[in-house]
Each structure stands twice: as structure tokens, then as C-alpha cells.
């Protein structure tokens, strides 16, 4: 079917009105549209971090030691290893780590620092009980299980031999303690 040019024109006079009412709802239903589209809001989320562990740690010297000499120092010839580790915990099973450079000493033969418990929580463990040794073999320990909140305590027994030098040597030792909640 073909269609002429006035076909063309009559039916778009019909059409027209029809068309025109389109648009006009087209228009308006984006102009709903558009006022539901857009919506915000805000949230917050609030939290507090608890440490489980605070440590105090006391430095000591332990003096000289002549070649080829032991000595065992207590606190009882050196103050500050009466209570050298002071733990307080907020929490139960926190474990604390015990890492040190004690294999990096050259001039000893023996060096033992025995770790005991001076103050203890709960009924693990006993005042004076051995909570670990570091060595010039075993310079670290991990995970003595503090099982209760509350204040821990640790005493240092120490126990060196030293080789023979040609010189004086100095010699420091560095002990990192650490706790966390985890093993």
C-alpha cells in the first residue's frame, strides 16, 4: 500500500493530538521519576581497641666478670631482676614471648637467664616456679600462658661463664618481651 502525501498529512492530524498527549505524559512521568531516584543517609560504627597487656620492664647491669669466670646473679646481689617482667593482663590466656640475641655472644661459653614466676593469678602456677629459660642454644621462648587476668610478675636468675679475650669486651644483652592474645 503506498501512501501519498496528503494520506500522510491526514493521518498525522488525526494522530496529532494523540502524539502530543505523549509527550506530555512522557515528560511528566520523568519528572516523577527523577524526584525518587536520589536518597541518603549516613551511619556510624563505633568501637573501642583493649589493650590486653601492658608490660614494665627493668634494665640491670651486672657488672664485671673476669676470663673464664661464672657467676650467678639473683636479686638478691641485683636488685632490679627481683621483678624485672611486670605483666598486667585484662583478660585470661594471653601469652607472653620472651625473644632475645643471646646467640650472638661470642665471649661466653654459658649464658642462662632463668625466668621465674615472683607474682602469680589464679592457681596454675606457684611463686618461684621456672617460667622458661633463654640460652646461648635457646635464645627465645613463646607462650608462657598468663590464664588470668591480673598482675604477673617474673624474676631473673642469671647465670654466665665467660671465654678467654684478648681484651676487655662489652657486652649487652637485649631481651624483647610481647604479649598477645593469640598463641
Known amino acids: ?103 650472638s655472644l661470642t665471649d661466653y661459653s654459658t649464658y642462662n637467664i632463668l625466668v621465674r614466676f615472683s607474682a602469680v593469678v589464679g592457681k596454675t602456677y606457684n611463686i618461684g616456679d621456672v617460667a622458661c629459660t633463654l640460652s646461648l642454644v635457646k635464645p627465645f621462648y613463646s607462650s608462657i600462658d598468663l590464664d588470668v587476668p591480673g598482675i604477673w610478675k617474673f624474676d631473673y636468675e642469671i647465670t654466665t661463664t665467660a671465654n678467654s679475650v684478648n681484651e676487655d669486651v662489652s657486652t649487652q644483652v637485649t631481651i624483647n618481651v610481647s604479649a598477645e592474645s593469640t598463641a
Open 1 to 103: 500500500m503506498k501512501l501519498s502525501r496528503g494520506s500522510l498529512a491526514g493521518i498525522l492530524k488525526v494522530r496529532g493530538p494523540l502524539v502530543g498527549i505523549l509527550f506530555i505524559l512522557l515528560g511528566i512521568s520523568v519528572i516523577t521519576v527523577s524526584a525518587f531516584v536520589y536518597q541518603q543517609a549516613n551511619q556510624t560504627v563505633d568501637q573501642n581497641i583493649v589493650e590486653v597487656a601492658t608490660i614494665t620492664l627493668k634494665n640491670f647491669d651486672l657488672g664485671d666478670l673476669d676470663e673464664g669466670e661464672t657467676k650467678t646473679y639473683t636479686k638478691s646481689e641485683v636488685a632490679n631482676l627481683g621483678d624485672a617482667i611486670t605483666v598486667i593482663t585484662t583478660k585470661g590466656h594471653v601469652y607472653l614471648h620472651l625473644d632475645s640475641d643471646l646467640d
